[in-house]
């Protein structure tokens, strides 16, 4: 089979069906991570309801002149201001009691703080949601119930997905050769994952937030821009070479990569990130830090107290 990244050149029927194809092979594959991916199978599927609801009910205030785009990137801003962003209260609420029923389902730490307030109150907001002091309220009232891990996550679930709609309406007006910084040249967050592009070898890295893909310098840190190559390493995964562990002994931190000159299957970064934990736990272990996984972080891929 010829291997490609799903979502380049594809429909969007196309490219959720491949990538459930994709899924399952992973499960047959890689078993000791079929739980995790029986999680997320629901997750990606309520996810591209969610944003096929947000491209009905969203409508980004986006330049007609691309221009104004390039300008920015010359400046080096990244494009889209999160103040900025439109989001649909009515539809993300509906999406986030989605998720929280998937996780009632199938984890111990029942997220009933978030479920009970929202059912509770028909008045209540998205933003009441997310403000920092509904935050900092549901993190302290009962770890167990509560995670922080689990508080990112939803977050991720809910905002992720309305920041890639932003970034399809403007990537493809805009040309990001003169983007240079290790942040997202449209959102501003930081890579999740990396890969070395099969026809060369360039390193591209892929948005936390937006999904977006640009290339970088590989010998330089993406997080800090630490060049010393005393300072910087990786780490080859015995028996997968494909996968390697990008270190930088400047700021301490890590990124997953994936050399896709060594793939023989199709890729989805998505589902990439999750079958990698094992990844985390080796990093982790050796005292670096990811603060911007895709998927729950490997402490909870490790331990299994994300999913029971």
């Not at 221009?67 to 999406?95: C, R, S, W």
Request: aromatic share 8%; with cysteine; net charge neutral.
């Amino acid at each position: 089979m010829s291997n490609h990244v799903l979502g380049k050149n594809q429909n969007r029927k196309e490219n959720l069906k491949k990538r459930t194809g994709l899924l399952h092979q992973m499960k047959a594959e890689m078993p000791q991570y079929k739980e995790l991916l029986d999680f997320y199978e629901p997750v990606l599927e309520e996810r591209k309801k969610f944003k096929s609801a947000l491209r009905e009910s969203l409508h980004p205030n986006i330049a007609d002149d691309p221009g104004y785009y390039q300008l920015q990137l010359e400046k080096h801003i990244p494009l889209v201001a999160k103040t900025d962003v439109q989001f649909d209260n009515k539809v993300m609420i509906d999406h986030l009691i989605k998720l929280l029923q998937i996780l009632r389902a199938r984890t111990q730490n029942v997220p009933g703080i978030f479920l009970d307030r929202i059912t509770r109150n028909k008045n209540f907001s998205f933003e009441a949601i997310f403000n920092e002091s509904f935050l900092s309220d549901a993190a302290s009232t009962s770890k167990e119930s509560m995670p922080a891990e689990l508080i990112d996550f939803l977050v991720n679930e809910m905002i992720n997905p309305v920041l890639e709609i932003y970034a399809e309406k403007i990537r493809d007006q805009i040309e990001l050769r003169t983007w240079d910084r290790g942040i997202c040249p449209v959102c501003g967050e930081k890579p999740a994952l990396a890969a070395l592009t099969k026809d060369e070898g360039k390193r591209i890295l892929i948005c936390s937030s937006c999904s977006t893909e640009w290339k970088f310098s590989r010998i330089k840190c993406p997080y800090c821009g630490n060049h010393d190559q005393q300072q910087m390493s990786y780490l080859l995964i015995e028996k997968d070479e494909k996968y390697r562990i990008e270190l930088c002994d400047g700021c301490r931190r890590y990124l997953k990569t994936i050399d896709l000159r060594k793939t023989t299957h199709d890729v989805c970064y998505d589902i990439e990130n999750i079958i990698t934990c094992h990844l985390d736990i080796i990093a982790l272990n050796k005292g670096y830090s990811d603060r911007y996984p895709l998927a729950p972080p490997a402490v909870q891929c490790e331990s299994r107290n994300f999913i029971h």
